[in-house]
């Protein structure tokens, strides 16, 4: 807490230099539209869900995965059968996101490439 309550003074001077620059952008070009990021929830999986489910998923099958299986799995436990295209879609881009992060923790391996691409936990490969 005590690096975080730092690093406060910081934050408020980055907020206020971005504010200006914001500012600034709006008086050049008024016609400009900047549209604020909004991250849509997970409809589906609550947050930090998804990563327990797809470690849970991996040590059961004990063999690397395709990240789609991985997903449509996660999904089946999640109560979601039938779920369409873009659920399906949503769920491997943010599963393909987290098992990068863990492949760079060499928690989670990857093996071969291309359409051929498996994920699985390190010690199982």
Do not use: W
Not at 102 to 120: H, I, L, P
């Amino acid at each position: 807490m005590a690096s975080l309550r730092k690093h406060e003074p910081q934050v408020a001077a980055y907020r206020e230099k971005l504010d200006r620059i914001d500012a600034r952008l709006r008086e050049l070009y008024p016609e400009l539209f900047i549209a604020p990021k909004h991250y849509k929830p997970n409809p589906v999986v609550a947050r930090q869900k998804l990563p327990r489910l797809t470690m849970a998923i991996m040590r059961e099958e004990g063999k690397p995965l395709p990240v789609g299986v991985i997903a449509v799995r996660a999904l089946v436990r999640k109560g979601v059968t039938a779920a369409g295209p873009g659920l399906r879609k949503l769920i491997r881009v943010r599963l393909q996101q987290y098992l990068g992060v863990q492949e760079k923790r060499v928690v989670v391996m990857k093996v071969r490439s291309g359409n051929a691409t498996r994920r699985g936990l390190a010690r199982d490969c």
